[in-house]
């Protein structure tokens, strides 16, 4: 995955700065990371492998022509940033078949720097690449309804929506690769 991850980044994405940011990338946990404590992917690599989900999905829409490969490229492969460094390997205890209670590995939340979910991924990527508004919009309120923001009453996501294609589109493929491609349905005590 961490290969595929980078020949798309290093076929896709020509911005100034985008070395950097893969270089970066080799100090973090994103290769390895789960893509969620328990709902999808929550397995070592499955944050890469949600990221591409997400891009294969996202690059085949019929929706988004007038969008260029590098656009589409970065809103789906940098979108979830936020998950870098976020979750950490802990043990709970959990009663096996025979009912004997015996401790099992889970991932848990360990935010080191709460910034938020898709305005910290965000801000993350201008770190290294200068993002256009309509990319900002898109990976911002990528969670869709599930973003805090909307749950508190915010009614930026249906503006963000209607200016921008690639910001819906971006919600549907995440949407799409989480609960269609990657859900752990019932198997919500993923062991690594």
């Not at 290769?31 to 990221?51: P, Q």
């Not at 789906?76 to 936020?82: E, I, K, V």
């Not at 869709?144 to 493929?173: C, H, M, Q, T, W």
């Amino acid at each position: 995955m961490k290969n595929t991850f980078i020949s798309t980044v290093k076929e896709n994405i020509n911005r100034d700065g985008i070395e950097n940011l893969l270089n970066w990338l080799e100090t973090t946990d994103f290769y390895t990371a789960a893509a969620s404590s328990r709902y999808h992917n929550s397995f070592e690599g499955g944050l890469v492998s949600h990221s591409l989900n997400v891009y294969n999905l996202l690059k085949a829409s019929p929706n988004l022509n007038d969008y260029s490969d590098e656009s589409i490229s970065i809103v789906s492969l940098f979108h979830d940033f936020c998950k870098i460094n976020y979750y950490e390997v802990s043990t709970r205890n959990v009663k096996n078949k025979s009912g004997i209670w015996e401790q099992v590995p889970y991932y848990k939340v360990s935010e080191k720097f709460p910034f938020g979910h898709g305005e910290k991924s965000v801000f993350i990527v201008n770190q290294f690449i200068k993002l256009s508004n309509e990319e900002a919009l898109a990976i911002n309120w990528h969670m869709g309804g599930f973003d805090s923001r909307v749950r508190g009453g915010s009614f930026s996501i249906g503006e963000a929506y209607n200016l921008s294609k690639l910001a819906l589109e971006l919600n549907i493929a995440d949407m799409r690769a989480t609960y269609i491609l990657e859900n752990n349905n019932n198997n919500l005590n993923v062991i690594l």
